[in-house]
């Protein structure tokens, strides 16, 4: 069960960091935004966006997005992303709390009972740049 609350991006620019590009790719439609939101931490991942380090919304062009998070200092971290399509600013879901609009985090990783654990969703961003693709899941 995913539910994104309180999208507030807390972010912290470090001069001489590295970027990190978030391409996602695979929506149903244009139609909505997407909300990407980046953990630092395996704490409130992927569903308390405001213990996120910085969240991204950004508009769909032929059923694709990309966001680029700036000057990130190294270390791990994992994305969390969704496909809000009715524009609403949060993760519907349906009386059991399972997703009714797409969601993914990076390496696709995927829950076992429940959202993906941060583990299985962290990359690691060295010196360098570091571009990652998000497949949204096809209902």
Do not use: C
Request: charged letters at 15%.
């Amino acid at each position: 069960m995913w539910v994104i609350a309180g999208f507030v991006s807390a972010s912290v620019v470090l001069a001489g960091g590295a970027d990190l590009t978030v391409l996602i790719q695979g929506a149903q439609s244009d139609a909505g935004t997407v909300a990407v939101t980046l953990f630092d931490r395996a704490e409130g991942f992927p569903m308390d966006a405001s213990k996120a380090q910085r969240v991204q919304w950004a508009k769909l062009t032929e059923r694709q997005a990309k966001v680029l998070f700036a000057e990130l200092a190294p270390g791990t971290y994992a994305v969390a992303v969704f496909h809000d399509q009715n524009g609403n600013r949060k993760l519907d879901t349906n009386f059991l709390g399972i997703p009714s609009e797409p969601a993914a985090a990076s390496r696709q990783a995927k829950g076992k009972m429940g959202p993906p654990k941060f583990a299985d969703a962290a990359i690691t961003l060295g010196q360098g740049p570091l571009s990652i693709v998000i497949n949204l899941p096809i209902d």
